[in-house]
């Protein structure tokens, strides 16, 4: 006479179980091996229920309303890409600048935050779903640093990237001519 009962087999994050699916029936009292694959991006963070360890690799010994829980993680950095201005040294002949960039996730973007010179952090407006960002920024005269960084729904955070945009103050020129004579080239009320 043999006794079976149904596995209550649970899943949380990105991942399978191998050896086994939910509700199948197995021997009570016979061990059994199962084991937790994550899906490219994602770490195992343990199993819980009737059995509590970080091994993916399980071996359990059947018994009735044995529940077993494997729970997945995103471990993905999310990444960052500042493309305006398109690269480091950009002149920049306005006060007012908008920083944009893209950023990318293997689950979701929840921000993007930039720097300018580094002060403070400024969340970036999103768009497409995370994918791009802008955030208007007050450069200084002279050499002026941006940062971005981007975080994602688990908690990772990209690397910080940097990039460098020269601000150029300009002014009219107010040209004055004592006595007569032309002046060549005129550059009065020129920038």
């Known amino acids: 006479y043999v006794i079976v009962a149904p596995l209550?087999?649970?899943?949380?994050?990105?991942?399978?179980?191998?050896?086994?699916?939910?509700?199948?029936?197995?021997?009570?009292?016979?061990?059994?091996?199962?084991?937790?694959?994550?899906?490219?991006?994602?770490?195992?963070?343990?199993?819980?229920?009737?059995?509590?360890?970080?091994t993916p690799a399980?071996?359990?010994?059947?018994?009735?309303?044995?529940?077993?829980?494997?729970?997945?993680?995103?471990?993905?950095?999310?990444?960052?890409?500042?493309?305006?201005?398109?690269?480091?040294?950009?002149?920049?002949?306005?006060?007012?600048?908008?920083?944009?960039g893209k950023a990318g996730d293997n689950v979701l973007v929840t921000n993007v935050s930039v720097s300018l010179n580094r002060g403070a952090w400024m969340p970036a407006t999103l768009s497409n779903h995370g994918s791009n960002w802008v955030q208007q920024v007050n450069l200084i005269a002279g050499t002026n640093t941006l940062a971005a960084y981007a975080a994602d729904s688990s908690g990772n955070f990209s690397l910080t990237n940097t990039v460098n945009v020269i601000y150029i103050v300009s002014a009219p020129l107010t040209v004055q001519i004592m006595g007569s004579g032309p002046l060549s080239p005129n550059y009065n009320n020129a920038l």
């Open 8 to 54: 209550t087999l649970g899943i949380s994050g990105s991942g399978t179980v191998s050896g086994a699916t939910n509700g199948q029936l197995f021997h009570v009292g016979v061990a059994y091996k199962i084991t937790a694959v994550p899906k490219t991006g994602f770490g195992f963070a343990g199993w819980t229920g009737d059995v509590i360890t970080n």
């Open 58 to 100: 399980l071996t359990f010994v059947m018994q009735s309303n044995l529940m077993l829980q494997a729970s997945f993680i995103d471990i993905t950095r999310p990444t960052v890409t500042i493309t305006n201005p398109a690269k480091t040294g950009a002149k920049w002949s306005n006060a007012v600048f908008n920083v944009s």
